[in-house]
């Protein structure tokens, strides 16, 4: 069976951003084929209700179809996540995985954020920093506490950008991505 995996980027990042590159090694290791996508909007600010971004994701996944990929799952970076999320919530992919999920960052609520990750109706994996002051894990732990299809990994000692940790989440996603998307 195909498989592979879209993988979005941090905000105002592009297909080559590091952590991507990494991803798309590992999963490669796992005969998990990815493709990486820069947002059209990239340098300016998102588009209205992130239609462009979204349309940005369908097109590489419907390529990946296209291409006689059986199972196709989204990933995303922090904002890439966001966007991930809101295409899963439209759309359901065989699999979506959250990088550090930018859920509610201080003082600033994201009510339709929380709305797309409760509502996953496919295999899910948020990997979060325990000290992610963008993603409190606490919002997260409530969440997936709510929804059997979410699998929460906390990463000791990070925050968003995970640091040190980052080999750990990239691992931790690419064997989660082998298990799920057999």
């Known amino acids: 069976m195909k498989r592979a995996a879209v993988l979005a980027p941090g905000y105002g990042g592009t297909a080559e951003q590091p952590i991507l590159q990494k991803l798309g090694a590992a999963l490669g290791g796992f005969a998990i084929a990815s493709q990486a996508v820069t947002f059209r909007t990239r340098g ?17 996944r419907d ?6 990929h059986e199972r196709v799952a989204l990933v995303g970076r922090s904002f890439g996540g966001r966007i991930c999320a809101f295409l899963a919530e439209r759309e359901p992919p065989d699999a979506l995985v959250i990088l550090g999920h930018p859920i509610a960052p201080p003082k600033r609520p994201r009510q339709r954020d929380e709305a797309a990750l409760a ?43 995970f640091g040190p940790g980052e080999p750990l989440a990239v691992a931790t996603a690419a064997r989660w991505l082998d298990s799920v998307l057999r």
């Open 119 to 161: 509502g996953t109706t496919c295999p899910t994996l948020v990997v979060q920093g325990e000290k992610d002051e963008l993603g409190p894990f606490a919002v997260l732990e409530r969440i997936a506490a709510n929804n059997p299809r979410i699998d929460l990994v906390r990463i000791a000692g990070a925050g968003h950008d």
């Open 44 to 60: 300016s600010r998102p588009s209205k209700d992130y239609l462009s971004e979204i349309e940005d994701l369908r097109g590489a």
């Open 63 to 68: 390529a990946l179809r296209a291409a006689g």
